[in-house]
């Protein structure tokens, strides 16, 4: 399968963004989806993940609330909302895809990943 990431930005603190991540190749509705980010200088880290139907989400603890994840798989797309960023939210986020049965929360369970798209929230 390969995805696209797509809806980075630049965002003032406190402002929203939805990242989108279309998939084609395969049937979207047989991965698990995730999204991922890394910031300058460290490890990728996991953000959040959805089950294939879409009715189980997971999400890093560290988002607080903040990030929403959906997917849409009549339209082949993953989404990840994201409510009142913070500067500490800067980084390039990153779609994967998953053949497991439950939603991963390391890298290492996805094999698919999209080209990332860059967040950049000012200080």
């Known amino acids: 399968v390969q995805l696209q990431a797509s809806g980075g930005g630049l965002v003032q603190a406190g402002g929203s963004l939805r990242l989108s991540c279309a998939a084609s190749?395969?049937?979207?509705?047989?991965?698990?989806m995730g999204w991922f980010r890394q910031a300058p200088g460290k490890e990728r880290e996991f953000v959040a993940s959805?089950?294939?139907?879409?009715?189980?989400?997971y999400y890093a603890a560290s988002m607080n609330g903040r990030f929403t994840i959906s997917r849409d798989n009549a339209k082949n797309t993953a989404y990840l909302q994201m409510n009142s960023l913070k500067p500490e939210d800067t980084a390039v986020y990153y779609c994967?895809?998953?053949?497991?049965?439950?939603?991963?929360?390391?890298?290492?369970?996805?094999?698919?990943w999209g080209q990332g798209t860059q967040v950049t929230v000012p200080a």
């Open positions: 994967a895809a998953s053949r497991t049965l439950v939603p991963g929360t390391s890298s290492n369970d996805y094999t698919y």
């Open positions: 959805v089950s294939r139907s879409g009715g189980s989400t």
């Open positions: 190749g395969r049937t979207f509705s047989f991965y698990v």
